[in-house]
């Protein structure tokens, strides 16, 4: 199956400094990512649409100066949590699609901030 | 319109007896159901997926009923162990280029000895 690699698995930093989380198609070419947001016990949330060398699609109520997010190569796609504060902590992950329906996901990023 | 609503929230099952999780979709264009299986700490995983086509697929334990005309959908996880505790989402989307998932809002399954 195919392989998406996600990094860090986890990050704790301090309130007002950015974060970024990568995400990579390991052993294909991703043409879309996904990134989702997941709180404890909840269901995942999708943050924005990534296609690589466009701009990216954000969902409403996503802040997209606050996620930045940049997808330069078929391969990686990274999300850019600016400024971040207390309520961004969270489960962040992200999918890839290659051209399918079939979406393959990232082991995700837990971001604690203090 | 583009809900996805699952049940039970959670399910606790003996060992080697069958999980049963539902859901029940509103968009009648989406024509891609997977079900992803997730523990605690990652991602979630591609478990098994139909299409409206079919009525049933099976793999291995795990086997997705359809029953397009009441726009429902359900998972059957036979002789459940131990190791299937995890949280499962099922989702929906359409077919062709990757598209977005809409995610049921998960069961929480414990499958005890």
């Known amino acids: 199956g195919a392989v998406v690699s996600q990094h860090p698995s986890w990050v704790i930093c301090k309130s007002g400094t950015s974060v970024k989380i990568e995400c990579r198609s390991l052993?294909?070419?991703?043409?879309?990512m996904f990134w989702y947001r997941q709180f404890p016990k909840q269901s995942l949330m999708l943050m924005a649409t990534?296609?690589?060398?466009?701009?990216?699609?954000?969902e409403q109520g996503v802040e997209k100066d606050k996620f930045l997010i940049n997808h330069a190569s078929l391969t990686l796609s990274t999300l850019t949590v600016t400024s971040a504060h207390p309520e961004d902590s969270s489960f962040y992950i992200c999918?890839?699609?290659?051209?399918?329906?079939?979406?393959?996901f990232g082991s995700g990023t837990q971001l604690s901030v203090l | 319109q583009q809900q996805v609503k699952q049940s039970p929230q959670s399910l606790i099952v003996q060992k080697g007896g069958i999980s049963i999780i539902n859901c029940a979709y509103e968009?009648?264009?989406?024509?891609?159901f997977p079900w992803y299986q997730q523990f605690p700490g990652k991602g979630p995983a591609l478990l098994i997926a139909?299409?409206?086509?079919?009525s049933e697929k099976k793999e291995g334990r795990f086997t997705i009923s359809f029953n397009k005309s009441a726009k429902q959908f359900s998972l059957h996880i036979m002789d459940s162990q131990p190791g299937d505790s995890a949280t499962y989402f099922c989702?929906?989307?359409?077919?062709?280029?990757?598209?977005?998932?809409?995610f049921g809002t998960g069961t929480r399954l414990q499958v005890t000895l």
């Open positions: 999918s890839a699609g290659r051209g399918g329906e079939k979406l393959f």
């Open positions: 052993d294909f070419q991703a043409t879309t």
């Open positions: 990534s296609n690589e060398g466009s701009k990216a699609t954000y």
């Open positions: 968009n009648t264009a989406f024509d891609y």
């Open positions: 139909i299409r409206p086509d079919v």
């Open positions: 989702a929906a989307s359409f077919t062709g280029t990757a598209s977005k998932l809409t």
